[in-house]
Structures are given as structure tokens and as C-alpha cells.
């Protein structure tokens, strides 16, 4: 089992472009989330989905979207980046939504 | 929402020191989990604790559900320099209705060979 797994692992946008990051996770799992990661300010909640064709706001969603049209995969738009979106992307996913969560390798994305 | 005060927020330590970090809140949590991030990659779970009072090893690692169920330590013995990295608590309690995993802000530890 590959896990979850995130795609690209790196990238640079500049000012106003747009961009979707793809999570797929192989564990069958109802639960999955998007992190962004920033030095000092641990793993902070973008967005989440308890299952197929559902999301949910996180901690700090302004400026970015997310779809989960597959049980599997999980994508993270952003419609127009900005220098303030530079950071570490983490996708997880859980069972539960209070159990432990399984985190891909991360995507760093710099915005210029 | 609920909030997890980890402390500290980074350690300096010698090879062979031994190590500890603890998280606290104000909330009542039913399970606490440590993770640790190696440089450049996800988060990957330690040990799990889902009883007040626990006391769980993995190795040289050690950790505790405090019996107020507000806090949680997390002991590393003899410390090596693989042992570097990012360690994260997290915790579930219940959240407007529904149980939802918090994470704390992070220790990052760097140990001198």
C-alpha cells in the first residue's frame, strides 16, 4: 500500500496563478484533510471532508478550494496565489474523525 | 476551538541526554497521540493513548495520559541523532458536536552528536 500520497512535491508560482494539489490516499478511508505547514505555527487546518462529495471549512480557508468528487482523492485549488500562501501543504486521512491521522510526504509550494 | 499548549517550542540537547516535552489545555481530551516529523517529511504517529492515567513505551520513548486527561508528556531516552525532528501532540475532544482531532504548535529538536 502506497498510503497517502501528494502530488507535485514541489512548486513555484508566481503572484495570481492558480494551481491544484492532489492527495490520493489507497487505505479506503472516509476522513481526509488538508494541512498547511509554516515555521512556528505547527499544522494548521485548511479544509476537511468526512467522505465522498463533502468538505468543510478548517481553521484558515480563505483563499483556497478543495473537492472530493472520489472517496480516494482529495484536491486543493487555489484560484489565485498569493506570496502569503508560500508553505508546506500536508494531505492526511483517518478512519475516524478523531482518530489518528496518516499524513503524506507534503508539497512545498513557493509563491513569488 | 480547542487549543493544546506544547512546550517547549524547541530543545538544544547532547547525544545521550535524555528529553521531555509535555502539551496542556484548559479542555478535557479522550485521546492523545504523539507524532514526530523528520526533516522534509509528513508527520508519522509514535504512540497512541486513550485511557487517563496510561503509560505507554515504543523503544526509548515514553508517554503519559495525565490523569486530569488536560495534559500529556512525552519522555525520549538516551537521545541519538536520528532523533532529530519536529514532535507534535494532538488530541481528540469532543467539538460542536462532533470529536476532532487538535494538533499542538511543535517541539523541534536538534541533538549535537
Known amino acids: 500500500n502506497a498510503g497517502v500520497t501528494q502530488t507535485p512535491k514541489f512548486r513555484v508560482l508566481k503572484t495570481g496563478q492558480s494551481m491544484t494539489l492532489l492527495c490520493a490516499q489507497d487505505m479506503n478511508h472516509e476522513y481526509m484533510y488538508w494541512y498547511r505547514q509554516d515555521p512556528g505555527m505547527g499544522l494548521r487546518l485548511i479544509h476537511y471532508?468526512?467522505?465522498?462529495?463533502?468538505?468543510a471549512k478548517g481553521e484558515v480557508p480563505d483563499g483556497y478550494n478543495v473537492s472530493r468528487l472520489k472517496k480516494q482523492n482529495f484536491l486543493l485549488g487555489l484560484e489565485s496565489a498569493a506570496p502569503s500562501q508560500t508553505s508546506v501543504y500536508f494531505c492526511?486521512?483517518?478512519?475516524?474523525?478523531?482518530?489518528?491521522?496518516?499524513f503524506g510526504p507534503g508539497t512545498r509550494l513557493t509563491v513569488l | 476551538g480547542q487549543q493544546l499548549n506544547q512546550s517547549p517550542q524547541s530543545m538544544f540537547i547532547q547525544e545521550g541526554e535524555d528529553v521531555s516535552m509535555n502539551c496542556t489545555s484548559s479542555s478535557i481530551f479522550n485521546t492523545w497521540l504523539w507524532y514526530k516529523q523528520d526533516p522534509g517529511e509528513g508527520p508519522v504517529l509514535l504512540i497512541a493513548?486513550?485511557?487517563?492515567?496510561e503509560l505507554t513505551s515504543n523503544g526509548r520513548l515514553t508517554a503519559q495520559f495525565g490523569i486530569t486527561r488536560k495534559d500529556s508528556f512525552l519522555n525520549i531516552s538516551a537521545s541519538i541523532p536520528s532523533d532529530v525532528g519536529i514532535y507534535f501532540c494532538a488530541g481528540s475532544s469532543p467539538q460542536g458536536g462532533s470529536e476532532k482531532l487538535v494538533f499542538g504548535k511543535g517541539t523541534n529538536l536538534t541533538v549535537n552528536p
Open positions: 492526511a486521512s483517518s478512519i475516524q474523525l478523531a482518530d489518528e491521522q496518516f
Open positions: 493513548l486513550y485511557k487517563a492515567g
Open positions: 471532508s468526512v467522505g465522498e462529495g463533502t468538505t
